[in-house]
């Protein structure tokens, strides 16, 4: 079973910020939390990763409390294209994304 | 700059019938995965090779057998097809433990 809890949607204005929130209180000091999303019916993509410290890239930023009970994915400037279903994932050791049903995120003009 | 790529794109079965899906990787990735996704859920894990020459099932992996034929390349082989495999199929590849995933574009199989 997924580690992780996510609320099953949320919307956002296009160009605001999109703030996607993630619960782990399981999991372990050695497990990662995976963000991926999935447009429409492709391919999940890859966006972010972490296990203690805030994380940034060109796509977003991932801050995870210092507890690790929780993280939240940050969509700096989010625009109709971020329209996706976003999985938040705690990966263990042997490396193999178990996927809950994620947040459906619907940026809106 | 390929990625993984998966073949076919669509396919549909008569139950009872076989079939194996493709996918091959460019990016020398150690690790590939199978994975399913049915109408609204998140995807569940079929079967993955964390190195060449291994294989290990998944959380979903009845009715379903794989092979990891070289580095390049993983199959999914439906022996008999039910009703209760259709869905779309994804693979991935990856570096190995603690990498992200590069997914290919699926394979929606339909079974009659």
């Known amino acids: 079973d997924a580690k992780t809890t996510q609320p099953t949607s949320m919307d956002c204005a296009e160009g605001r910020a999109a703030n996607l929130p993630c619960n782990h209180s399981?999991?372990?000091?050695?497990?990662?939390v995976y963000w991926y999303r999935q447009i429409h019916s492709q391919g999940p993509q890859y966006i972010i990763h972490g296990l203690k410290n805030n994380e940034t890239n060109e796509m977003a930023s991932l801050i995870i409390t210092e507890d690790r009970k929780s993280s939240t994915l940050i969509l700096p400037h989010a625009t109709l294209r971020d329209t996706a279903v976003y999985y938040c994932?705690?990966?263990?050791?042997?490396?193999?994304?178990?996927f809950g049903k994620g947040t459906k995120l619907s940026v809106k003009p | 700059n390929a990625g993984v790529t998966q073949t076919p794109k669509f396919q549909v079965l008569k139950t009872g019938q076989s079939m194996t899906l493709q996918c091959a990787q460019d990016?020398?990735?150690?690790?590939m995965y199978w994975y399913r996704q049915d109408p609204g859920m998140g995807l569940r894990l079929i079967y993955y090779s964390a190195s060449e020459g291994t294989t290990d099932k998944g959380e979903v992996p009845n009715g379903y057998n794989v092979s990891r034929l070289n580095k390049r390349e993983f199959s999914l082989r439906l022996e008999s097809a039910a009703p209760s495999q259709t869905s779309v199929y994804f693979c991935?590849?990856?570096?190995?433990?603690?990498?992200?995933?590069?997914f290919g574009s699926g394979t929606r199989l339909t079974v009659v």
């Open positions: 991935a590849s990856s570096v190995g433990s603690n990498y992200g995933y590069t």
């Open positions: 994932i705690a990966v263990g050791s042997q490396g193999n994304l178990i």
């Open positions: 399981t999991i372990s000091g050695n497990e990662y």
């Open positions: 990016m020398n990735h150690n690790s």
